[in-house]
């Protein structure tokens, strides 16, 4: 994707956001990041997984996400995450344990927490609005 379209698609994706009356995103989109469709799989378990925020991309799809438009893109993004994550699971249906993708949850919530401890400490950050927010489920 070049940059021109990947301005129009942040630009559709915050109209769609407002439009459905969510709520904006966070720290003025500077996380807005753009993945294409094979990213979460292909870079899960390599060193880029953390640099490029896939990790988080790829868990918070699977465990918080709903598409707002494109629902066969979305089915087809969450399919093939699945199968990364479920490789092996063909032949093995007795045995599979699901460990890569309870790793990574851990990893994530790891990571939130370190990054919450660390906004917490800075002076002036409205840490207990963050905190009534982490204590509740988004939706």
Known sequence: MNG????????HLVEAVDDCGIAPFDGSGKYLEVHGIGDFASKLGKRED????TLTGRLLL???SRPLLGRNT??????????????????????????FMVNDILRMWRTFAVNYELERRKPGKGFRIKNLRGRFERG
Request: proline share 2%; hydrophobic share 40%.
């Open 50 to 53: 953390d640099y490029h925020n």
């Open 4 to 11: 021109i379209d990947e301005i129009r698609l942040k630009y």
């Open 62 to 64: 699977l465990l918080e």
């Open 74 to 99: 979305y089915d087809a993004l969450l399919e093939n995450v699945i199968q990364a994550y479920f490789g092996d699971f063909e032949g093995n249906e007795d045995k599979f344990v699901p460990a």
